[in-house]
């Protein structure tokens, strides 16, 4: 009996053991991550989170995180230069996530398609739950801004001369719904 109790302890303490050294090993992970980040220029920590916003592979949480700490590094951008940033770095996203596509393995493009329509569904809602100005003042400063409307045509050849006929068809329902959030809400 007392050798049962002795394994049930060993077992416990193997197990806490474990636990223990995988939250240190998170820990310096996050650590590192946060220290890697705090040392790039806040329009490189844009596209940085950016990228990682677009990525359909991680979780909501943690692309909305990445979001957020988007817009805090665009806060130390001086006023006049945030708004370029903001659009280089989000053109830059859609079009990294389309050459990404390109490159992925036949097998692999149908589900990625679908973890991107998902993807841009969730966003539309999120953008039709807003209030009405907000989006439509995004909109209007994207459209406004000659570095925006340049990085947009980026991404537009890569789906027009990157990517296969194949992918663009499992793509389809994803490019639709951009084009409604770069419509004005009705």
């Given at each position: 009996m007392k050798s049962g109790k002795k394994k049930i302890w060993i077992a416990a303490g193997s197990a806490?053991?474990?636990l223990l050294l995988i939250a240190g090993a998170a820990i310096r992970y996050f650590a590192a991550e946060a220290a890697e980040e705090a040392a790039l220029p806040p329009?490189?920590?844009i596209k940085r989170n950016f990228d990682k916003a677009?990525?359909?592979?991680?979780?909501m949480l943690a692309r909305l995180d990445n979001l957020r700490r988007s817009f805090s590094s665009a806060q130390q951008i001086p006023a006049d230069k945030r708004h370029a940033?903001?659009?280089d770095a989000m053109a830059?996203?859609?079009n990294r996530t389309l050459q990404e596509f390109a490159a992925l393995p036949p097998e692999q493009k149908r589900e990625r398609a679908r973890l991107l329509r998902e993807d841009a569904e969730k966003t539309l809602a999120y953008f039709r739950r807003m209030p009405r100005e907000k989006p439509e003042k995004a909109l209007a400063l994207l459209m406004s801004d000659e570095g925006g409307r340049a990085a947009f045509d980026n991404a537009?050849?890569?789906a027009t001369n990157v990517l296969s006929p194949q992918d663009r068809e499992l793509l389809g329902p994803t490019f639709k719904t951009w084009k409604k959030m770069l419509e004005k809400p009705q």
């Open positions: 806490a053991l474990l329009e490189q920590r677009f990525d359909p592979d991680q979780s940033a903001m659009v830059g996203a859609v537009v050849n890569t």
